[in-house]
């Protein structure tokens, strides 16, 4: 009859700690449950490798979701790594099926394509031919995504916060009424009013109180349906921010330099590509040793006329750190610089007024953790670890508080949190 529900509360970092324990519900999770107030994330530091991290226990190195979006240096605006069946090796979601549980996935990242009884998946058009009731109804349980659109549609506002995760509430309300066993929700309001207003901005506190309320809402619904002395309640994170001022767009240097081709704003060939993390980059080539030796002369001609690039990394160092085999070098950046891949506008200049924080920096920063807490049957009451905890942890604590089963996890069991 164990039931196990996983909120995932995007963007909230240990650091916002004096905010979130004045919250109602979240703080009542933490002084009855288990709290890691100190999760170390992945690199990069980005919503899908992260939660997809959560769900698998292996870095993206691993399990294959190495960024937000893909590296398609031909698209103006690249894709997303929405779809499940890109995920290498074994999840959560795949382990649930295997033992038959009834699954829920609310906007959780990286599960378009699902197959469970409930997934609202998050993915959105990206094709000229495509709208939002397409995608979501091709990607998610057409049954459920269905009567949920027609029952809550009103509500959004495209993807505008908070209306997103209001119908996000609205859609897990309605799973708690089923016989499920587990529920997977992702907000975001947190994560979208830091990017908009700053990592600390009064907005923000406003987000993490609205977020609160929805907790608690989830929370009273399993109460009243007599459920919660058998409900694992799992509230985490996945990464902080940072404020940001400046950018810098290394494919445009790439481009003087020869070492790509663009037409109309987007690259035709390349020798040498840059796909940003946001607070990292991925460099990409062609592997000739001729361009892995020049590449690396300019980057460090670029880190001595520009403020951004805090250290180049070669790939056996970025393997190292868990981030895309696939790259020739990795580069970060420094706190308040980011990177993009335009190839108009400044080569160095102002971020987009829309963004006034953003993430996707190594993992490492100081006071830049994530956060996990669990109540219920599964965890031990009253503990707090406040030592740093890899995320690669997080999957087989949770396999273990579900009874389910994880397959080759690079993390392990956080015993010293559960029953």
């Known amino acids: 009859m164990k039931k196990t529900l996983v909120v995932s509360l995007d963007a909230l970092g240990a650091e916002d700690y004096d905010l979130f324990i004045k919250q109602p519900n979240i703080s009542a ?38 960024n937000n979006i893909k590296v398609q240096p031909k698209r103006n605006d690249a894709d997303w790594y929405w779809y499940e069946r890109e995920i290498q090796g074994d999840t959560l979601f795949r382990a649930a099926c295997r033992s038959n549980k009834r699954v829920g996935a609310i906007f959780w990242p990286v599960c378009a394509g699902l197959k469970v009884q409930w997934n609202m998946a998050e993915i959105w058009p990206h094709r000229k031919w495509q709208n939002q009731a ?28 908070p209306y997103l995760d209001e119908f996000a509430y609205a859609c897990a309300q309605e799973v708690l009424q089923e016989n499920w066993d587990l529920l997977f929700v ?12 700053g990592n600390r901005a009064p907005e923000v506190e406003e987000s993490i109180r609205r977020t609160d309320e929805r907790v608690g809402g989830l929370i009273r619904t399993i109460e009243e349906k007599g459920l919660l002395p058998y409900t694992n309640i799992i509230l985490l994170s996945d990464h902080s921010q940072r404020d940001i001022t400046h950018t810098l767009r290394m494919n445009q240097i790439f481009y003087k330099h020869g070492l790509l081709n663009a037409h109309n704003g987007s690259v035709t060939r390349y020798r040498a590509y840059v796909n940003t993390a946001v607070g990292l980059a991925h460099i990409y080539t062609d592997g000739q040793p001729s361009t892995l030796q020049f ?5 460090e001609d670029i880190q001595k006329n520009y403020p951004v690039i805090e250290r180049i990394y070669t790939k056996k160092e970025a393997v190292a ?3 895309d085999p696939k790259c020739s070098f990795m580069v970060t950046a420094k706190p308040g610089y980011t990177f993009s891949n335009e190839l108009e506008g400044e080569v160095y200049g102002a971020v987009d007024a829309k963004y006034k924080a953003n993430h996707g920096y190594r993992n490492d920063l100081p006071h830049y953790e ?18 740093v905890v890899e995320m690669i942890d997080l999957g087989p604590t949770i396999a273990e508080a579900a009874g389910i089963f994880l397959h080759d996890p690079q993390g392990a069991v956080r015993w010293d949190i559960l029953e």
Request: positive net charge; proline residues 5%.
């Open 186 to 197: 992702h907000f975001t309001d947190i994560d979208a009013h830091k990017h908009r207003y």
């Open 321 to 323: 750190m868990g981030s």
């Open 134 to 161: 397409m995608v979501s109804l091709l990607n998610s349980t057409p049954a459920f995504a269905t009567r949920m659109a027609k029952k809550y549609g009103y509500i959004l506002r495209g993807t505008m916060q």
């Open 295 to 299: 590449v690396r002369e300019l980057l």
């Open 370 to 387: 994530a956060i996990f807490c669990g109540y219920g049957p599964s965890f031990k009451s009253g503990v707090q670890v406040d030592e």
């Open 29 to 66: 999770v933490i002084a009855n449950g288990s709290f890691l107030s100190r999760v170390k994330s992945v690199n990069p530091t980005l919503t899908y490798p992260a939660h997809t991290t959560i769900t698998s226990g292996r870095y993206p190195s691993s399990h294959g979701i190495v």
